[in-house]
């Protein structure tokens, strides 16, 4: 059984920069078969999808956050990241890590953490 | 890539059959039979119940089915009850390396 866990600060100061790592646990980051993904949820709100990065590297980004977003994978530790730069509050939201299988199809999700932007 | 239109909330009686719609476009929901659907509880992590349109992953009552038409893909609800009370979501695929979009979610009460 896959499992993703993600791990990271829960208060992030505004203009910094946000850090989060997923874990993969029952499956390899490194399987060609899969992109790796991260989504948020602004509390309240519906699911917003960031982007996903593939075990060669190769990344593909909200538009609306390219600029903002860096995605990478550590085969080596079967983990992937996110790094979200200079947040204000309207990043605040849970984020959740996931696999896509083929086609847009996530079908395995982490728990979500909630992190905040506040000073 | 502009959000997949879904109704913000509907509702039904237990045993009843709802529906909730998901509208795209001509690049999206019409273009490929691609369509996935979430299910959220509060709190929880959202959960996926259909995908490719019309199929069930294992585990998921045969409850929940899908459909397309034209740009707009639906999710069926039959037999109603209580524990489906939680909010659901459309996606859909629409071409290999274009942002994925979400539906801006339903909220379904049980009354």
């Known amino acids: 059984q896959v499992q993703l866990q993600e791990s990271g600060p829960g208060l992030v100061k505004p203009s910094e920069t946000l850090s989060l790592t997923c874990t993969v646990s029952?499956?390899?980051?490194?399987?060609?078969?899969?992109?790796w993904s991260w989504i948020r949820q602004p509390p309240g709100k519906g699911l917003e999808w960031i982007g996903y990065i593939y075990y060669s590297g190769s990344t593909n980004y909200n538009p609306s956050l390219k600029s903002r977003v860096t995605i990478s994978v550590d085969t080596s530790k079967n983990q992937f990241s996110l790094k979200l730069s200079s947040v204000t509050a309207a990043d605040t939201a849970v984020y959740y890590c996931?696999?896509?299988?083929?086609?847009?199809?996530?079908?395995?999700w982490g728990q979500g953490t909630l992190v905040t932007v506040s000073s | 890539q502009s959000a997949l239109t879904q109704p913000a909330s509907v509702s039904g009686s237990p045993g009843q059959s709802i529906t909730i719609s998901c509208t795209g476009t001509?690049?999206?929901?019409?273009?490929?039979?691609?369509v996935s659907w979430y299910q959220q509880h509060p709190g929880k992590a959202p959960k996926l119940m259909i995908y490719?349109?019309?199929k069930r992953p294992s585990g998921v009552s045969n409850r929940f089915s899908g459909s397309k038409s034209g740009n707009t893909a639906s999710l069926t609800i039959s037999g109603l009850q209580a524990e489906d009370e939680a909010d659901y979501y459309c996606?859909?695929?629409?071409?290999?390396?274009?942002?994925?979009?979400f539906g801006g979610g339903t909220k379904l009460t049980v009354l």
């Open positions: 490719e349109v019309s």
């Open positions: 001509s690049s999206d929901v019409g273009s490929y039979n691609l």
């Open positions: 996931a696999r896509e299988g083929s086609y847009a199809l996530l079908d395995y």
């Open positions: 029952g499956g390899s980051v490194s399987s060609g078969s899969y992109y």
């Open positions: 996606c859909s695929y629409a071409g290999s390396s274009t942002p994925r979009v």
